[in-house]
């Protein structure tokens, strides 16, 4: 029986890049396992993080993919702490929908920290130099956006809505599990696989 997820996210790129990096995930943990991903609800940070938006998106998913499916919802941290901010989020979800497992995400500081990490298998594409090396901490770098622009500069500089669904494609899962919210976002994709095996 299939999984059927659904999916918010914060940014443009993170529409096409996380089914991709989810799908990977998917195949490595499970894979058999027929994953349904609808396309992703995009909501501002500003939104998710107001009292009652973030609730009403997942009841409006809810009521689309039947509330026995899971939800998956990812955001950067930016300045935030994220286990803090992802526990304020999931509190909120749960308190307005028990019968819904949702997952929170939260990526320090960005969802580009996770190409940080995996920066080496991401040398020598669309772009990047071949000697690219990954930061001593990549989620000590608050822009890693700025970071991968930087190093483009033939590409003509990073931008999320070209490159983020590619590098999600591309990087290494080893090399990304240097990072710590990166291990958290595994860590989820496997909960909703051992809990949700036949959503319907």
């Known amino acids: 029986m299939p999984i059927r997820l659904g999916c918010i996210v914060e940014g443009h790129g993170e529409v096409d890049a996380l089914p991709i990096l989810v799908r990977r995930m998917a195949a490595i943990l499970n894979p058999p396992l027929d994953l349904q991903l609808n396309k992703p609800w995009r909501m501002k940070r500003t939104q998710m993080v107001r009292p009652g938006e973030l609730e009403r998106t997942v009841g409006a998913i809810a009521r689309q993919i039947g509330r026995s499916a899971p939800i998956l919802v990812l955001l950067d941290a930016d300045t935030d702490c994220p286990a803090e901010l992802a526990q304020r989020l999931l509190e909120r979800c749960r308190k307005e929908h028990r019968d819904v497992f949702v997952s929170v995400v939260v990526a320090k500081c960005e969802y580009e920290a996770w190409f940080l990490a995996a920066a080496e298998s991401l040398a020598g594409r669309h772009g990047l130099p071949d000697d690219l090396t990954p930061p001593v901490d990549p989620e000590a770098i608050r822009d890693a956006k700025g970071w991968l622009y930087k190093r483009m500069p033939q590409g003509g500089g990073y931008d999320p809505m070209l490159h983020q669904a590619k590098f999600s ?32």
Request: no cysteine; hydrophobic share 35%.
């Open 169 to 200: 494609r591309l990087m290494d899962i080893n090399q990304a599990r240097r990072s710590r919210s990166f291990r958290r976002f595994e860590k989820e994709i496997r909960n909703v696989i051992s809990e949700h095996p036949a959503s319907m």
